[in-house]
Protein backbone atom coordinates (compact mmCIF):
# COMPACT_ATOMS: atom_id res chain seq x y z
CA UNK A 1 0.00 0.00 0.00
CA UNK A 2 2.80 2.21 0.90
CA UNK A 3 4.96 1.79 -1.63
CA UNK A 4 1.69 2.19 -4.83
CA UNK A 5 0.81 5.54 -2.85
CA UNK A 6 4.51 6.32 -3.21
CA UNK A 7 4.37 5.34 -7.15
CA UNK A 8 1.18 7.88 -7.22
CA UNK A 9 2.39 10.60 -5.90
CA UNK A 10 6.00 10.41 -7.86
CA UNK A 11 3.45 10.53 -10.82
CA UNK A 12 1.28 13.45 -9.70
CA UNK A 13 4.71 15.12 -9.56
CA UNK A 14 6.26 14.44 -12.81
CA UNK A 15 2.92 15.41 -14.22
CA UNK A 16 2.70 18.73 -12.83
CA UNK A 17 7.18 19.01 -14.22
CA UNK A 18 5.93 17.98 -17.33
CA UNK A 19 3.03 20.82 -16.95
CA UNK A 20 5.80 23.39 -15.69
CA UNK A 21 7.94 22.39 -18.58
CA UNK A 22 6.02 22.86 -21.57
CA UNK A 23 4.33 25.83 -20.49
CA UNK A 24 7.27 27.63 -19.67
CA UNK A 25 8.40 26.37 -23.61
CA UNK A 26 5.27 27.66 -25.05
CA UNK A 27 5.42 31.03 -23.30
CA UNK A 28 8.90 31.43 -24.21
CA UNK A 29 7.79 30.02 -28.02
CA UNK A 30 5.24 33.18 -27.82
CA UNK A 31 7.74 35.60 -26.69
CA UNK A 32 10.41 34.89 -29.07
CA UNK A 33 7.81 35.67 -31.84
CA UNK A 34 6.36 38.60 -30.45
CA UNK A 35 9.76 39.62 -30.66
CA UNK A 36 10.03 39.09 -34.71
CA UNK A 37 6.75 40.60 -35.57
CA UNK A 38 8.44 44.19 -35.81
CA UNK A 39 11.42 43.12 -37.62
CA UNK A 40 9.56 41.13 -39.86
CA UNK A 41 6.69 43.86 -40.31
CA UNK A 42 9.30 46.57 -41.31
CA UNK A 43 10.90 44.36 -43.90
CA UNK A 44 7.55 43.02 -45.28
CA UNK A 45 6.33 47.11 -45.80
CA UNK A 46 10.11 47.61 -47.51
CA UNK A 47 9.06 45.83 -50.10
CA UNK A 48 5.60 46.85 -51.29
CA UNK A 49 5.24 49.82 -54.04
CA UNK A 50 3.52 52.62 -52.67
CA UNK A 51 1.86 53.57 -49.30
CA UNK A 52 -2.17 52.63 -50.83
CA UNK A 53 -0.69 49.25 -50.93
CA UNK A 54 0.41 49.66 -46.97
CA UNK A 55 -2.70 50.97 -46.03
CA UNK A 56 -5.27 48.47 -48.19
CA UNK A 57 -3.09 45.29 -47.29
CA UNK A 58 -1.00 46.63 -44.16
CA UNK A 59 -0.17 43.14 -42.73
CA UNK A 60 -0.17 40.87 -46.38
CA UNK A 61 2.56 40.22 -48.42
CA UNK A 62 3.56 42.71 -51.22
CA UNK A 63 1.41 42.00 -54.66
CA UNK A 64 5.15 42.49 -56.21
CA UNK A 65 8.54 43.03 -54.47
CA UNK A 66 9.95 45.87 -54.59
CA UNK A 67 13.41 46.25 -54.22
CA UNK A 68 14.15 49.63 -55.89
CA UNK A 69 12.94 51.32 -52.42
CA UNK A 70 16.45 49.89 -50.94
CA UNK A 71 18.57 52.09 -54.01
CA UNK A 72 15.93 55.80 -53.91
CA UNK A 73 16.96 55.44 -49.99
CA UNK A 74 20.59 56.36 -51.03
CA UNK A 75 19.22 58.90 -53.65
CA UNK A 76 16.87 60.86 -51.57
CA UNK A 77 19.66 60.54 -49.34
CA UNK A 78 22.15 61.86 -51.91
CA UNK A 79 19.77 65.02 -52.78
CA UNK A 80 18.12 66.26 -49.72
CA UNK A 81 20.15 65.39 -46.74
CA UNK A 82 23.58 67.55 -46.13
CA UNK A 83 25.43 64.45 -45.38
CA UNK A 84 25.80 60.96 -47.50
CA UNK A 85 24.51 57.86 -46.33
CA UNK A 86 27.90 56.43 -46.75
CA UNK A 87 29.75 59.00 -44.32
CA UNK A 88 26.96 58.34 -41.86
CA UNK A 89 27.52 54.38 -41.87
CA UNK A 90 31.20 54.98 -41.79
CA UNK A 91 31.05 56.62 -38.56
CA UNK A 92 28.82 54.28 -37.15
CA UNK A 93 31.17 51.01 -38.16
CA UNK A 94 34.25 53.23 -36.52
CA UNK A 95 32.49 53.96 -33.55
CA UNK A 96 30.41 50.86 -33.14
CA UNK A 97 33.82 48.65 -33.44
CA UNK A 98 36.23 51.18 -31.63
CA UNK A 99 34.32 51.85 -28.58
CA UNK A 100 32.68 48.23 -27.98
CA UNK A 101 36.53 46.89 -27.97
CA UNK A 102 38.47 49.82 -25.99
CA UNK A 103 35.65 49.45 -23.58
CA UNK A 104 35.61 45.62 -22.84
CA UNK A 105 39.48 45.38 -23.44
CA UNK A 106 40.16 48.20 -20.28
CA UNK A 107 37.50 46.74 -18.35
CA UNK A 108 38.66 43.10 -18.88
CA UNK A 109 42.35 44.21 -17.74
CA UNK A 110 41.50 45.45 -14.52
CA UNK A 111 38.98 43.28 -13.96
CA UNK A 112 40.97 40.24 -14.01
CA UNK A 113 43.90 42.40 -11.76
CA UNK A 114 41.16 42.73 -9.62
CA UNK A 115 39.73 39.27 -8.97
CA UNK A 116 43.68 37.92 -9.27
CA UNK A 117 45.82 40.04 -7.84
CA UNK A 118 46.18 41.68 -3.91
CA UNK A 119 47.31 45.14 -3.95
CA UNK A 120 46.86 48.25 -1.63
CA UNK A 121 43.01 49.44 -2.22
CA UNK A 122 41.72 46.69 -3.97
CA UNK A 123 37.88 46.92 -1.63
CA UNK A 124 38.06 50.60 -2.87
CA UNK A 125 38.29 50.44 -6.45
CA UNK A 126 35.77 47.51 -6.16
CA UNK A 127 33.42 49.53 -4.12
CA UNK A 128 34.30 52.79 -6.42
CA UNK A 129 33.20 50.34 -9.68
CA UNK A 130 30.14 50.11 -7.84
CA UNK A 131 28.94 53.45 -6.94
CA UNK A 132 29.90 54.78 -10.27
CA UNK A 133 27.66 51.94 -11.69
CA UNK A 134 24.57 53.55 -10.04
CA UNK A 135 24.97 56.91 -10.45
CA UNK A 136 22.68 58.40 -12.34
CA UNK A 137 24.02 59.54 -15.79
CA UNK A 138 21.23 62.22 -16.99
CA UNK A 139 21.60 64.16 -13.79
CA UNK A 140 25.51 64.43 -14.81
CA UNK A 141 24.52 65.68 -18.91
CA UNK A 142 25.03 69.55 -17.87
CA UNK A 143 28.09 69.48 -16.13
CA UNK A 144 29.35 67.05 -18.40
CA UNK A 145 28.54 69.63 -21.57
CA UNK A 146 30.16 71.99 -19.83
CA UNK A 147 33.54 69.88 -19.04
CA UNK A 148 33.62 68.53 -22.67
CA UNK A 149 33.43 71.58 -24.16
CA UNK A 150 36.08 72.88 -21.81
CA UNK A 151 38.36 70.07 -23.04
CA UNK A 152 37.90 70.17 -26.30
CA UNK A 153 35.88 67.12 -26.21
CA UNK A 154 32.81 68.38 -27.75
CA UNK A 155 31.24 67.64 -31.59
CA UNK A 156 34.85 65.97 -31.78
CA UNK A 157 34.38 62.49 -33.37
CA UNK A 158 37.53 60.78 -32.17
CA UNK A 159 37.85 62.49 -28.45
CA UNK A 160 34.50 61.31 -27.91
CA UNK A 161 35.66 57.74 -29.23
CA UNK A 162 38.66 58.08 -26.69
CA UNK A 163 37.01 59.42 -23.39
CA UNK A 164 33.36 57.58 -23.84
CA UNK A 165 34.52 54.74 -22.82
CA UNK A 166 34.37 54.61 -18.54
CA UNK A 167 37.67 53.29 -18.47
CA UNK A 168 37.87 50.11 -16.14
CA UNK A 169 34.57 51.16 -13.78
CA UNK A 170 32.40 50.40 -17.07
CA UNK A 171 29.39 49.61 -14.93
CA UNK A 172 27.63 46.27 -15.29
CA UNK A 173 30.67 45.42 -17.43
CA UNK A 174 33.12 44.93 -15.02
CA UNK A 175 30.97 43.41 -12.19
CA UNK A 176 30.59 40.78 -15.26
CA UNK A 177 34.13 40.13 -16.48
CA UNK A 178 35.48 39.97 -12.62
CA UNK A 179 32.63 37.19 -12.18
CA UNK A 180 33.87 35.60 -15.03
CA UNK A 181 37.97 35.83 -13.83
CA UNK A 182 36.98 34.61 -10.19
CA UNK A 183 35.21 31.34 -10.82
CA UNK A 184 38.58 30.10 -12.80
CA UNK A 185 40.94 28.71 -10.41
CA UNK A 186 44.49 30.36 -9.78
CA UNK A 187 46.03 26.73 -10.47
CA UNK A 188 46.57 27.67 -14.33
CA UNK A 189 48.74 30.53 -13.35
CA UNK A 190 50.47 28.53 -10.84
CA UNK A 191 51.44 25.81 -13.35
CA UNK A 192 52.22 27.92 -16.32
CA UNK A 193 54.44 29.71 -13.37
CA UNK A 194 55.95 26.27 -12.77
CA UNK A 195 56.85 26.04 -16.48
CA UNK A 196 58.46 29.86 -16.83
CA UNK A 197 55.51 31.83 -18.33
CA UNK A 198 55.07 35.38 -17.03
CA UNK A 199 52.24 37.62 -15.61
CA UNK A 200 51.06 38.79 -19.08
CA UNK A 201 51.84 35.00 -20.77
CA UNK A 202 49.47 33.90 -18.06
CA UNK A 203 46.95 36.91 -18.35
CA UNK A 204 46.25 36.64 -22.18
CA UNK A 205 47.16 33.01 -23.35
CA UNK A 206 45.20 30.83 -20.61
CA UNK A 207 42.73 33.43 -18.74
CA UNK A 208 41.73 35.93 -21.24
CA UNK A 209 40.79 33.21 -24.04
CA UNK A 210 39.03 31.07 -21.39
CA UNK A 211 36.97 34.50 -20.66
CA UNK A 212 36.58 35.35 -24.22
CA UNK A 213 32.77 33.98 -24.71
CA UNK A 214 31.82 36.30 -21.91
CA UNK A 215 34.05 39.61 -23.59
CA UNK A 216 33.05 38.35 -27.15
CA UNK A 217 28.93 38.68 -25.84
CA UNK A 218 29.88 42.05 -24.03
CA UNK A 219 31.34 43.50 -27.30
CA UNK A 220 28.52 42.40 -29.56
CA UNK A 221 26.05 44.13 -26.64
CA UNK A 222 28.20 47.30 -27.23
CA UNK A 223 28.13 46.99 -30.61
CA UNK A 224 24.48 46.91 -31.00
CA UNK A 225 24.20 49.62 -28.92
CA UNK A 226 26.67 52.10 -30.15
CA UNK A 227 25.25 50.99 -33.73
CA UNK A 228 21.32 52.09 -32.67
CA UNK A 229 22.59 54.96 -30.61
CA UNK A 230 21.26 57.83 -31.96
CA UNK A 231 21.07 60.30 -28.64
CA UNK A 232 24.73 60.39 -28.48
CA UNK A 233 25.05 62.10 -31.54
CA UNK A 234 22.32 64.17 -30.85
CA UNK A 235 23.79 65.73 -27.86
CA UNK A 236 27.54 65.35 -28.26
CA UNK A 237 28.46 65.30 -32.04
CA UNK A 238 25.55 67.03 -33.87
CA UNK A 239 28.07 67.98 -36.60
CA UNK A 240 29.03 63.89 -37.16
CA UNK A 241 25.56 61.69 -36.95
CA UNK A 242 25.69 58.12 -37.46
CA UNK A 243 23.43 56.31 -39.65
CA UNK A 244 21.26 55.86 -36.56
CA UNK A 245 21.06 59.50 -36.06
CA UNK A 246 20.81 60.20 -39.65
CA UNK A 247 17.77 57.98 -39.71
CA UNK A 248 16.12 59.64 -36.83
CA UNK A 249 16.74 63.25 -38.59
CA UNK A 250 14.91 61.79 -41.92
CA UNK A 251 12.22 60.20 -39.95
CA UNK A 252 11.69 63.89 -38.85
CA UNK A 253 11.81 65.15 -41.96
CA UNK A 254 9.90 62.63 -44.11
CA UNK A 255 6.61 64.15 -44.47
CA UNK A 256 8.27 67.56 -46.09
CA UNK A 257 10.51 64.88 -48.07
CA UNK A 258 7.44 63.21 -49.70
CA UNK A 259 9.09 59.65 -48.51
CA UNK A 260 7.02 56.94 -49.05
CA UNK A 261 6.75 54.49 -46.06
CA UNK A 262 8.15 51.77 -47.96
CA UNK A 263 11.36 53.88 -48.92
CA UNK A 264 11.32 54.76 -44.85
CA UNK A 265 11.33 51.00 -43.66
CA UNK A 266 13.69 50.51 -46.28
CA UNK A 267 16.22 52.60 -44.46
CA UNK A 268 15.71 51.00 -41.31
CA UNK A 269 16.17 47.71 -42.74
CA UNK A 270 19.75 48.75 -44.12
CA UNK A 271 20.14 50.06 -40.51
CA UNK A 272 19.20 46.51 -38.89
CA UNK A 273 21.13 44.05 -41.14
CA UNK A 274 24.59 44.65 -39.41
CA UNK A 275 23.42 43.97 -35.92
CA UNK A 276 21.76 40.81 -37.16
CA UNK A 277 24.81 39.56 -39.51
CA UNK A 278 27.77 40.24 -36.21
CA UNK A 279 25.09 38.67 -33.83
CA UNK A 280 25.21 35.38 -35.94
CA UNK A 281 28.85 35.56 -36.78
CA UNK A 282 29.31 35.58 -33.16
CA UNK A 283 27.54 32.74 -31.71
CA UNK A 284 29.98 30.06 -32.29
CA UNK A 285 32.75 31.88 -30.07
CA UNK A 286 29.73 32.60 -27.43
CA UNK A 287 28.33 29.00 -27.07
CA UNK A 288 31.99 27.44 -26.79
CA UNK A 289 33.34 26.32 -23.58
CA UNK A 290 37.41 26.93 -23.33
CA UNK A 291 37.75 26.00 -19.86
CA UNK A 292 36.89 22.07 -20.05
CA UNK A 293 39.39 19.90 -19.50
CA UNK A 294 41.40 22.18 -18.32
CA UNK A 295 42.72 20.84 -15.08
CA UNK A 296 43.03 17.30 -14.00
CA UNK A 297 43.25 15.60 -10.91
Not at 174 to 185: D, E, N, R, S, T
Request: proline share 4%; charged share 15%; aromatic share 16%.
Amino acid sequence: MRKRMKYESRSAADIVSLVVFWALWIILIIYAVSMLVLPLYMLNTSLKADNLECVKNPLGLPKQVTWSNYREIFVIFDEKMEVSIAGMIGVSVLTSVLKPFLSVFFTTMFAYVEAKYEFFGKKFFFNLGIVLMILPIVGNLPSAMQINKALGVYDNLFMNIITSPVGCFYGTNFLLMYGAFKVIPWDYAEAAFIDGAGHYTVLFKIYLRMALPQAVVLFVLGFMGTWNDYSTYHIWLPSTPNISYGMYMFYQKANAYRVSLPELMAGFTIVMIPTVLIYCATQRIINSKFAIGGLKG
